[in-house]
């Protein structure tokens, strides 16, 4: 009965790490990246789509550096604003991924 409650007591536990663990804004954007580059790479993606998407990516950037230096971090309101946004790009690199356009 004891280890039933301890090995319950670890997975509510490390349950609850997990959705308290912030999510890394960082890697996300190294994986957005990755999956543009892997698009013009097997030409799912055209040059126009890429320089679009590359460029939309590029502005993120510069608003997640922004906003880190703006108060020492991400706040929990710029963190889910970010995310929106990095939703909307992740989106976006699906729907010209998959278009059939090709180079």
């Given at each position: 009965?004891?280890?039933?409650?301890?090995?319950?007591?670890?997975?509510?536990?490390?349950g609850l790490?997990?959705?308290?663990?912030?999510?890394?804004?960082?890697?996300?954007?190294?994986?957005?990246?990755?999956?543009?580059?892997?698009?013009?790479?097997?030409?799912?993606?055209?040059?126009?789509?890429?320089k679009k998407?590359?460029?939309r990516d590029?502005?993120?950037?510069?608003?997640?550096?922004?906003?880190?230096?703006?108060?020492?971090?991400?706040?929990?309101?710029?963190?889910?604003?970010?995310?929106?946004?990095?939703?909307?790009?992740?989106?976006?690199?699906?729907?010209?991924?998959?278009?059939?356009?090709?180079?």
């Open positions: 009965m004891r280890h039933l409650t301890w090995f319950t007591t670890a997975i509510l536990g490390a790490l997990v959705a308290q663990a912030p999510p890394n804004v960082k890697a996300r954007q190294n994986r957005q990246d990755a999956r543009i580059e892997k698009g013009k790479a097997d030409g799912s993606l055209t040059d126009a789509e890429a998407l590359e460029a590029k502005a993120l950037d510069a608003k997640i550096r922004h906003d880190r230096k703006d108060g020492g971090g991400l706040s929990v309101k710029e963190r889910k604003r970010i995310q929106k946004l990095q939703n909307k790009q992740s989106k976006k690199i699906e729907n010209q991924r998959h278009d059939k356009q090709t180079k």
